[in-house]
């Protein structure tokens, strides 16, 4: 099994539609947990960080379930640039291959 | 911008070379690490450099090494290249303190490497 691991997609959504990723970890151990968003050839840029239950970012909501060993990545109202892979990081740090996004007009 | 640089921005070599790839890291940050990412996949941990000192490592062989200078740059040395070498290689820093508290992490645009 995958220390960290994610629905690759894609997910193609209409302009304004919600879209929720899901990223489960094996670390129980585990204090900290990000996503980062990384467009086509370019370099990981962070998103959001999760240190305790949840944090919210306007449009976008992370939340974390421990007994489940999940984090979750919420997007609301989604526009043409949230089109990216998002990529869920587990320290020390081990990345998720990424969850495909495509917002389509 | 993130504030971190690596040079160079792209690289071809030939199976057996030797490789060095640089980073510069945030001002402040005193961390270090380094990805390899294959196309598709999500970035693979190399290493990583905490105040100099190589501070946990993944899955990847001996010829794959690095330092990290007094102010906080780094290497990142490959030898014997590899085909399967090609990739986009990542380094992202960090501020860390001594109790290994796993702080958000900045990249760089990263080095695309080609083995011929």
């Known amino acids: 099994r995958k220390e960290v691991e994610q629905d690759p997609g894609p997910f193609n959504v209409p302009e304004g539609a919600t879209v929720a990723f899901n990223c489960t970890y094996s670390?129980?151990?585990?204090?900290?947990f990000f996503w980062y968003r990384q467009d086509c050839r370019k370099e990981p840029k962070l998103l959001m960080s999760?240190?305790?239950s949840g944090n919210e970012d306007g449009r976008f909501t992370a939340q974390l379930n421990r007994a489940s060993q999940y984090i979750s990545l919420l997007i609301r109202d989604s526009k043409l640039s949230d089109s990216a892979t998002y990529l869920c990081?587990?320290?020390?740090?081990?990345f998720g291959d990424g969850t495909t996004l495509t917002v389509k007009p | 911008e993130t504030g971190v640089t690596q040079s160079p921005t792209h690289l071809i070599k030939t199976r057996g070379q030797q490789v060095t790839l640089r980073c510069s890291s945030q001002s402040g940050h005193n961390t270090v690490s380094w990805y390899q990412q294959a196309l598709g996949q999500g970035p693979q941990f190399i290493f990583q450099y905490y105040r100099e000192e190589e501070n946990g490592r993944g899955n990847f062989p001996p010829r794959f090494s690095g330092l990290q200078f007094p102010n906080y740059s780094s290497e990142l040395n490959v030898n014997a290249l590899e085909l399967d070498d090609s990739a986009l290689y990542l380094c992202?820093?960090?501020?860390?303190?001594?109790?290994?508290?796993?702080?958000?992490?900045?990249f760089g645009p990263g080095t695309r490497l080609t083995v011929l």
């Open positions: 990081v587990v320290p020390r740090p081990t």
């Open positions: 670390n129980s151990a585990s204090q900290s």
């Open positions: 999760v240190y305790s």
């Open positions: 992202a820093s960090s501020f860390d303190t001594s109790d290994r508290v796993r702080n958000e992490q900045f």
